[in-house]
């Protein structure tokens, strides 16, 4: 069993920056691959970034590449999600994800929402 707290969602303007960052309950050296993904009403749920811990090798969805940066410290238990230049389509609940002996598991979300 793994869970999962995402904070440091709110409200941002355009071209602003936040970070995000997800608070693993069990030790990051056990999982594999972690990732964050975001969803809007009515639409599913798309992969952002996401960031293996062997090599950490990272992958972004075109949308944010270049914009956004993922990172994970396994001696903290912390993956975070450094997001530049937001733009309103950015706006999204925001969700951390590990895949832990073959079991997908979420956090509960944090809000992203850019606006002026």
């Known amino acids: 069993q793994v869970q999962l707290v995402e904070s440091g969602g709110g409200l941002v303007q355009p071209g602003g920056s936040l970070t995000l960052s997800c608070a693993a309950s069990i030790s990051m050296f056990s999982i594999n691959t972690m990732g964050w993904y975001r969803q809007v009403p009515g639409k599913e749920r798309e992969l952002v970034a996401s960031i293996r811990s062997s090599g950490g090798s990272t992958n972004f969805a075109d949308s944010v590449k270049g914009r956004f940066t993922i990172s994970r410290d396994n001696v903290k238990n912390t993956m975070r999600l450094q997001m530049n230049s937001l733009k309103p389509e950015d706006t999204a609940v925001y969700y951390c994800?590990?895949?832990?002996?073959?079991?997908?598991?979420w956090g509960q979300g944090t809000q992203v929402t850019v606006s002026s």
């Open positions: 994800n590990a895949w832990y002996w073959g079991t997908s598991y």
